[in-house]
């Protein structure tokens, strides 16, 4: 079980897990959060130590070894303007990527739009889900799944994974890391309102695929250009000899 | 879970900063909240459900007729309404590419019914509808890209 004590001591934030909910097992945080009514509060953050269901983009799982990594949820409530939730989904990345170094001093990357990699090895996924009703953003749900102590992963991976234990080579404390992140979570949360943009500079930072010639597969359709930029939203900017194209969505790799 | 690891709990939380601290394991659900300064132990039977996806559609999808969907979106009279996209993104009928779409025309909807999903990067986001009505016509295809404001539904209300 996560020590309380450990995790509380650390935790440094105003509103960011200050109502925390510890489950056991569930489907997926994400289901946990958006579904229930019980716990509304802005900043609720609910971890679960293992899901039947965890979720990755479209039909695909997030699987996670039961008590050895972090795989939790966090809910925001305010007024989100839907030009933001671009920003706020890269600034989830960065905030995970800002708590890996600072904590472990690993050197970590970022893919478009927000995997968290270490040595082009996936170490953290992210995803998102919200709800809106005419132009508002009702709720949005955060999803953050870290690798933290698992050593052995089997099965079919896009991006092969690892985890904070296999790169720092060392047991690492869930607490400590847990409110770290949260920590930095809230801290980068409040500069995607204040200031969208630098969260766009932040992350040009750390993803090294800017200006490289790649290949975006969009469910059976891939498209091939070089990854000029990132827009002021957040999408990626598609440069080929014809056109220039915002992308959506899909999967990123380097061309070879 | 024993009585002392509860008191320890309940006392880690009233001594830090956290305002409402929830465990769950097997059938025992603890929540304590600072509010009431005390803990409940609530029955799991009674109070945790398993969440259910809130966004089946009233099944009266038997009514449909289809002289609707040949109605322009152009002719939106006063009972027209559109439900137009909030974001940039993908627009998908379905919640998983193997499901059945959230709706279809004719099927009579309520304020607060999932209608579909946009994606965009990483982030779902589901459309719910702002107002009850009936589907009259869906303006945009399966997995085709949506823009800021792109009308989504036509519904015409009750």
Known sequence: MLKLEEFNIKLDTDLIGRSFVYLEECDSTNNFLFNTKDYNHHGTVVLSEYQSKGKGRKDRTWESSKGQNLTLSILLRKDIKSKLLGIINLGASLAVAQTLENLYQLDVELKWPNDVLIKRKKIAGILLESSSKGSKIEKLVVGIGINVNQVGFQGKFIIPPTSVKKEFHETISRERLLSELLNNFEEILKICFDNPNKIIEYWKERCDMIGEHIKVVENDESKFGIFSNIDDEGYLILKSKDKTERIHFGDVSLRQ | ?158
């Open chain 2, 1 to 158: 879970m024993d009585i002392t690891l509860l008191k320890k709990l309940i006392k880690v939380v009233e001594t830090s900063n956290i305002t409402e601290f929830s465990v769950q394991e097997g059938d025992l659900k603890v929540r304590i909240s600072k509010n009431t300064k005390s803990a409940q132990i609530i029955s799991p039977s009674a109070n945790y459900q398993m969440p259910v996806v809130s966004s089946k559609v009233e099944s009266a999808a038997n009514e449909q007729t289809k002289t609707e969907a040949a109605k322009p979106a152009a002719e939106a009279s006063e009972n027209m309404h559109e439900i137009k996209s909030p974001i940039v993104g993908t627009f998908y009928r379905a919640p998983a590419p193997d499901a059945d779409p959230y709706i279809q025309v004719g099927d009579s909807i309520s304020e607060g019914n999932v209608l579909c999903i946009v994606e965009a990067m990483k982030l779902m986001n589901e459309i719910e509808s702002d107002t009850s009505g009936k589907i009259v016509k869906i303006l945009v295809d399966d997995g085709t890209p949506v823009e800021y404001n792109q009308p989504l539904f036509l519904i015409k209300l009750d």
